[in-house]
């Protein structure tokens, strides 16, 4: 029998043979309770309402409600302000200067900083009436944002390194792939929650895809050139597959 936790909702799977009885597959099930456990805990893309991972880090999480919209990073924690009423489809303003970087784009992802005194309204219960979806959004929002400032410098760095002719970066928040690359578009496409791991997983995902302009296929080739960037790229990869 097979178990595994799936990373984007977190759902136990058990693969078995049509021999193999309900019964045999709970008490496996059961016996495998405190692995399962660590794989929740431990997973950066499982979704909870009082923490998240940002570039390999646990931070708590607290949801304020007023007037305005946007977050703020301290230390150890994140801060979410969210407009009233909840169904509110106004969205804040990020102002960055792109002047000094071309794959640096305004957008209408916030790092606003909430007033100094937020009014949390009194009928809200933070926990209660935050429903996944809501908060969802902001957490997108959030990581569009951090992925954008983050990614905008190593892909500058990584470009004129390996002397790549990559114009355009996209960020998108994907399910099936890390990154994607279009040569004959100069342009290559990271995923937003690559914001939740390691910076270097980044770095390995960056230079991966900028290796494809040079080699198309995943051959000794491709790799060898991956290496020469990154030696450590097999320990990065293990961390996303």
């Not at 693969?15 to 431990?42: C, M, Y």
């Not at 997973?43 to 009082?50: A, E, K, T, V």
């Not at 991972?53 to 302000?81: I, N």
């Not at 190593?154 to 994607?180: A, C, D, Q």
Request: one cysteine or more.
């Amino acid at each position: 029998m097979r178990l595994r936790v799936l990373a984007y909702d977190s759902k136990v799977v058990v693969t078995a043979p049509r021999f193999v009885t309900n019964r045999e597959i709970e008490k496996f099930v059961q016996s495998q309770i405190d692995w399962i456990h660590q794989q929740l805990v431990g997973n950066p893309l499982r979704f909870s309402f009082d923490q998240l991972w940002l570039w390999g880090k646990v931070y708590q999480v607290k949801w304020l409600f007023g007037m305005q919209s946007g977050y703020q990073l301290w230390s150890d924690r994140v801060e979410f302000l969210l407009t009233l009423p909840l169904t509110s489809t106004s969205a804040p303003t990020r102002i960055l200067d792109s002047s000094q970087n071309p794959f640096l784009k305004p957008s209408h992802n916030s790092s606003l900083k909430p007033p100094q005194n937020p009014s949390l309204h009194p009928s809200l219960s933070p926990i209660f009436h935050l429903s996944q979806s809501i908060s969802q959004k902001a957490l997108d929002r959030f990581y569009l944002d951090q992925i954008t400032q983050q990614a905008s410098k190593r892909v500058l760095f990584w470009n004129e390194k390996l002397k790549t002719p990559v114009k355009k970066v996209v960020y998108r928040k994907m399910y099936s792939r890390w990154g994607s690359c279009s040569p004959d578009r100069q342009r290559i496409c990271l995923n937003t929650l690559l914001a939740k791991y390691d910076q270097a997983v980044l770095d390995y995902v960056i230079v991966h895809e900028l290796c494809h302009f040079f080699e198309k296929f995943h051959n000794q080739r491709f790799y060898q050139l991956i290496e020469h960037c990154l030696p450590n790229w097999r320990q990065l990869a293990k961390q996303i597959i």
